[in-house]
């Protein structure tokens, strides 16, 4: 059984940094690229950035880059989020993601809970 777990949401003034971690479990995903959702309150879920598992290619949100940064642990088999220079439109929950496919097209194999960022202003 597949579980992505995150964690390190919280609350950050403007201007502040999170750290966004997710440990996978229950495949091996050396041939998927993993990554990171948002939903804010009444909006879409868009994506925010990817990772191949394999290579380290990364690929980011016109909206996050420059301030964001995806990387992966592949002995921890955790994959990090490190977002500075956080502005209030950050505002979301955001989900770990997996799959075989680009995560960059919106669709994933397997989803997180999620974990809240607020941002305030």
């Known amino acids: 059984q597949v579980q992505l777990v995150e964690s390190g949401g919280g609350s950050v003034q403007a201007g502040g940094s999170l750290r966004l971690s997710c440990v996978a479990s229950g495949r091996t995903f050396s041939s998927y690229n993993m990554g990171w959702f948002r939903q804010a309150p009444g909006k879409e879920r868009e994506f925010v950035a990817r990772i191949w598992w394999r290579s380290g290619i990364t690929k980011y949100a016109d909206s996050v880059k420059g301030r964001f940064t995806i990387s992966r642990d592949n002995a921890k088999n955790t994959v990090y989020l490190q977002m500075n220079s956080l502005k209030p439109e950050d505002t979301a929950v955001y989900f770990c993601?997996?799959?075989?496919?680009?995560?960059?097209?919106?669709?994933?194999?397997?989803w997180g809970q999620g974990t809240q960022v607020t941002v305030s202003s």
């Open positions: 993601a997996a799959a075989s496919t680009d995560l960059s097209a919106g669709l994933s194999d397997y």
